[in-house]
């Protein structure tokens, strides 16, 4: 009896395929749609993975020989005065030269801190998830990590511009202090534009330099995987695709059967069938989509699990209202 009970409440909940790998040891993805409902009714998250990462060796030694060397800092004769970080990727790239970087540090005996020595410079993070993998990094004091609340580059680089020039203003310099960007391969110029824009004030540009800490590719299984996925809830009422990054959407449109293969955009005949729903996690992904000619139902306000399930919920209450 509990076992007919459990499976017809599976079978009633809204299937919500997340296009990313689950986290470890938790996925707060998984915990909030678990735990939500809309109407009476439950979502049922399942993952399917899309992306495949792997670090790049020259950017993650030319960022080990700045952490050895400690260059950087909030002095003058420091190379770098600052640190970005917009993906979860590149914060594991940076733990892992932490962690290898650890056993070879030698210290100082004018320098208390523990390595890698970065509690006197800011460290900008685009959103709550990358300021969460950043609590990752073993330094005492703790790093000083600004910009979670912006959600996106767009929004974070003005924060970056105004919230830098505040930092070192006291120090009367000509000009700010290069920042260090680790990015992957694929990324948005955003940052880099209005941050170092030739129309501001020398004092107030900030110099940044990109540096390539990892490559994303789509997974070969991916394909596969969503295509038996989608097989498995072909006949629910409603399902939703939570797309997370822009690599992989061209795979996703072609395996939904949405592509032109000539084109490389939407089939003229296309139409949606109107119980499979696409939510991307913020404006990148939804930007991606729609240079295919694709309209996803749902841009995340905020890259977040709460963003994505208010997203979808309002979505909802409108289409049945």
């Not at 993805?29 to 992306?51: H, K, R, T, W």
């Not at 540009?205 to 299984?221: C, K, L, N, P, Q």
């Not at 939407?266 to 989509?289: C, M, N, Q, W």
Request: proline share 8%; glycine share 8%.
């Amino acid at each position: 009896m509990t076992t007919t009970n459990s499976t017809t409440e599976q079978a009633s909940k809204i299937p919500v395929l997340l296009l990313k790998t689950r986290s470890s040891p938790g996925d707060s993805y998984e915990d909030f749609f678990s735990e939500s409902n809309i109407n009476g009714s439950g979502f049922a998250p399942q993952f399917v993975p899309v992306l495949l990462h792997q670090f790049h060796s020259d950017g993650m030694n030319e960022v080990a020989a700045l952490l050895r060397d400690r260059r950087i800092g909030n002095q003058e004769h420091h190379e770098y005065g600052g640190l970005i970080f917009t993906s979860q990727r590149a914060v594991e790239a940076f733990v892992k030269l932490v962690k290898d970087g650890n056993a070879d540090d030698t210290p100082s005996p004018v320098d208390e801190s523990s390595w890698p020595h970065l509690q006197n410079i800011p460290v900008y993070s685009v959103g709550p998830a990358t300021t969460r993998a950043l609590s990752a990094v073993p330094q005492n004091p703790p790093l000083q990590v600004f910009g979670s609340h912006t959600g996106n580059g767009a929004a974070l680089a003005p924060f970056i511009l105004t919230h830098y020039y505040g930092w070192y203003r006291d120090q009367k310099r000509a000009t700010l202090p290069p920042i260090l960007f680790l990015v992957g391969e694929t990324r948005r110029d955003i940052i880099p534009k209005t941050l170092q824009d030739g129309t501001l004030p020398d004092e107030e540009r900030i110099r940044v330099t990109e540096t390539v800490v990892y490559g994303t590719g789509v997974m070969e299984s991916f394909p596969v995987d969503l295509r038996r996925v989608l097989g498995e809830t072909r006949n629910d009422p409603m399902r939703w695709i939570v797309v997370f990054s822009p690599t992989g959407c061209d795979s996703m449109l072609r395996v939904m059967g949405i592509l032109d293969p000539e084109t490389n955009k939407v089939h003229k005949s296309y139409e949606r069938d109107g119980k499979t729903f696409i939510a991307t996690i913020g404006p990148t992904t939804r930007d991606h989509l729609l240079s295919f000619g694709f309209e996803p139902d749902v841009c995340a306000e905020s890259p977040t699990p709460q963003g994505v399930l208010e997203g979808i919920q309002a979505f909802m209450a409108k289409r049945q209202s």
